[in-house]
């Protein structure tokens, strides 16, 4: 288990592993990854992305608009929590400052909602970009649940992983 991973009281600071995870090498790759797939996003619906709707059947632009806007509130989610770990990681919120809801991830029944009929008549491009970024989302979703599931009570938790994470937790604790 990453010191992140940790979610208890650390030398009396709450949520040090948020902080630990908001100063980590990983939070650097997605944080880099997520805002060059936000520029990729950008460009294509102000640029190709205007030419495929431009080009498209009439009855297939509220899918486009649809899917579309799938994209951009998958991206602002997963940007806004990146963008709350990185206050974390520059010292302008303390890691209990960012567990309350305010700060976590949302939108998720959009996010992660199935595609609306004839999606898959999209151009390929806007196809690839959700699927980047729907793999993003869950990606983020998982470290938000792993950093604060286990100790905001959230009842959605799996409590199986509840549970494997207590069992890891004390037995690295043993180890030390």
């Known amino acids: ?59 297939l632009a509220p899918v486009y608009a649809c899917e579309s806007m799938r994209l951009t509130t998958r991206l602002m989610q997963v940007s806004a929590w990146l963008l709350a770990m990185r206050a974390v990681q520059e010292g302008e919120l303390s890691g209990n400052d960012v567990k309350g809801s305010r700060y976590r991830l949302g939108a998720a029944e959009v996010c992660l ?10 151009p390929a491009q806007l196809i690839d970009l959700l699927g980047t970024s729907r793999r993003l989302y869950e990606r983020v979703a ?9 100790v905001t009570g959230d009842s959605n938790a ?19």
Request: proline share 4%; no cysteine.
């Open 113 to 122: 909602g199935g595609p609306v009929r004839g999606a898959g008549l999209l």
């Open 1 to 59: 288990m990453d010191d992140w991973e940790q979610d208890q009281d650390v030398d009396g600071q709450p949520f040090a592993g948020v902080t630990a995870f908001a100063r980590s090498e990983m939070f650097t790759r997605i944080y880099d990854d997520a805002m060059q797939m936000v520029r990729d996003a950008a460009d294509y619906l102000e640029l190709d992305g205007q030419i495929d709707r431009n080009a498209m059947p009439d009855d």
């Open 158 to 176: 799996n409590p199986v992983d509840q549970h494997l994470n207590r069992l890891a937790q004390a037995f690295n604790r043993k180890e030390e």
């Open 142 to 150: 998982r470290l938000d649940g792993l950093l604060f599931d286990d």
